[in-house]
């Protein structure tokens, strides 16, 4: 997990604490600093020390010791933009930036800016613009638009509860989307956004209802933040949502929203307040709505289409179509003729196919994957990465085929002696799932092999124990 993960998922569903001894540690070597002419030893030091502590836990702590101790600002701002602009480590260039938001002022403002747009750095320097900048959240807008991944979160957290127009409306129509997951800003968008409100404008623009079908779906996903439930307004605005596209012109992305949007009003899970007469109402109006043939017509356009629009708009394609009950085996299999690394297409062809269609899925399989280059022996590879594509479509391939025992052996053989670790593992435990008669002594032969030459021992010993438990009389 790369560290601007690790920042963003720990602040946001773990605790963070520091070490007992850092913060001192660390404010005792500031404060030796400004207390004297800076050395290039002593700014050795610090960065050394900096640089082995883990930013987002110490970062709190250290703000409590530097306000404690009351150092001289002027030049512990000189020791912040000293670490910040010439740090050579992670933790340290963090580090400098939060100190920085303890002393710093408009000087700063397109150095923050700048390292912000760095996807690591924006926690620590959004925090420290909100800090320094008395338009603190037009900076944080400013930052939050240059980024698109934890960097988009961090930023447009700091803007909840603007009742600036320009970012309500940008909250709307693009600021909730970043590359982790829509569902962590879209309640923040809904509700600081005042979506509702702005669905009732008798002039809705096209990228406002493409906002507002993004937040609606994100909502009603739930996941890892406040979803409809904590939404006041969600049962007015899914029905507002779905007044307003019965007239506009369907796209695909609005076909995709109105399906999870659906989802909501028919999921027991959901632990929405609805009002009396609901969700019951609110299913039978967007089952109305996706009754309409033009959906269809959408669907089948976008899967049949040999340029398409990338693997990207297939699969949502593909994921409407299974979502409306479509069968669209043929087409999902043209397509992995000419896109064979698709691994959402081939996991789609499995799992919806029968007794009697699977052999066709698995034979598509066998012809374009490039199998003796996928069996070039176990590894402790984790399969991550672009490269790593046909991989991926292996894997799909055979998580698929534990309710078709004795189809695709040969995959197995193969998937035995792939360099992912994790497929090894999947095609073991579908192998399990399979009834003892049929292949066994073949499937036996391939396993004996494969714990033979297995690197990693957990997989090795389940590999035993298969083989022990099949042996069994």
């Known amino acids: 997990m790369t560290s601007v993960v690790l920042d963003g998922v720990r602040t946001h569903h773990f605790g963070i604490a520091s070490e007992p001894a850092a913060p001192r540690e660390v404010g005792d070597l500031l404060e030796a600093i400004v207390s004297a002419s800076p050395s290039p030893a002593s700014l050795a030091r610090l960065h050394e020390v900096l640089a082995r502590q883990s930013a987002v ?13 009351a150092l001289p600002q002027e030049p512990l701002h000189w020791v912040a933009r000293h670490l910040t602009e010439y740090g ?7 580090l400098g930036i939060v100190v920085l938001g303890e ?24 925090v420290a613009l909100v800090k320094t900048r008395p338009d603190r959240q037009r900076a944080a807008y400013e930052l ?12 447009v957290e700091r803007l909840e509860g603007s009742d600036d127009a320009e970012i309500k409306a940008w909250l709307l129509r693009e600021g909730f989307r970043n590359d982790v997951m829509d569902e962590y800003l879209a309640h923040l968008a809904a509700t600081t956004g005042d979506l509702y409100t702005a669905l009732l404008e008798p002039d809705v623009d096209k990228a406002l209802l493409e906002g507002a079908g993004g937040i609606l779906a994100a909502l009603a996903l739930g996941g890892p933040a406040k979803d409809m439930t904590d ?8 029905h507002r949502y779905a007044e307003l596209v019965s007239t506009a012109e369907p796209t695909l992305g609005m076909l995709d929203h109105l399906l999870t949007v659906r989802r909501c009003a028919l999921s027991s899970d959901m632990d929405v307040a609805w009002p ?26 976008h899967l049949s289409d040999p340029c398409g629009t990338g693997p990207y708009g297939f699969n949502v394609a593909l994921s409407c179509a299974g979502r409306l009950d479509m069968p669209v085996l ?30 066709s899925v698995v034979t598509l399989a066998m012809r374009v994957l490039p199998l003796d280059a996928l ?5 402790n590879s984790q399969g991550f990465g672009p490269e790593h594509a046909p991989d991926r479509a292996l894997e799909a391939v055979i998580n698929g085929l534990d309710k078709h025992p004795g189809i695709g052996l040969d995959l197995f053989r193969v998937a035995l002696s792939n360099p992912v670790v994790r497929i090894r593992h999947h095609a073991l435990r579908t192998l399990t799932t399979w009834p003892a008669e049929g292949r066994l002594s073949q499937i036996q032969d391939w396993i004996s092999a494969a714990a033979a030459a297995e690197p990693d021992g957990e997989l090795q010993g389940k590999m035993q124990a298969f083989l022990d438990d099949r042996t069994t009389p």
């Not at 002393?103 to 959004?126: H, K, M």
């Not at 980024?147 to 961090?154: A, C, L, T």
């Not at 939404?231 to 007015?236: E, Q, S």
């Not at 069996?375 to 590894?379: L, M």
Request: net charge negative; aromatic share 8%.
């Open 57 to 69: 836990d110490l970062a709190d702590d250290l703000v409590k010791e530097l306000r404690a101790r």
């Open 276 to 301: 009396e007469g609901e969700p019951e109402r609110l299913a039978r109006r967007y089952e109305a709505l996706l009754a309409r043939p033009v959906w269809r017509e959408l669907v089948l356009a």
């Open 88 to 94: 050579s480590a992670r933790n340290t260039v963090k």
């Open 144 to 155: 939050a638009r240059r980024v698109k991944g934890w960097g988009r979160i961090h930023a």
């Open 103 to 126: 002393c710093g002022d408009e000087r700063d403002r397109e150095l923050l800016l700048l390292l912000g747009a760095i996807e690591e750095l924006t926690l620590y320097a959004v």
């Open 231 to 238: 939404y006041d307004d969600g049962v007015p605005a899914m």
């Open 330 to 359: 043929p087409q999902v299999l043209d397509h992995l003729e000419r896109e064979p690394f698709n691994a959402y297409a081939w996991q789609w062809g499995v799992n919806h196919s029968d007794s009697e269609t699977i052999t």
């Open 375 to 379: 069996a070039s022996g176990p590894a």
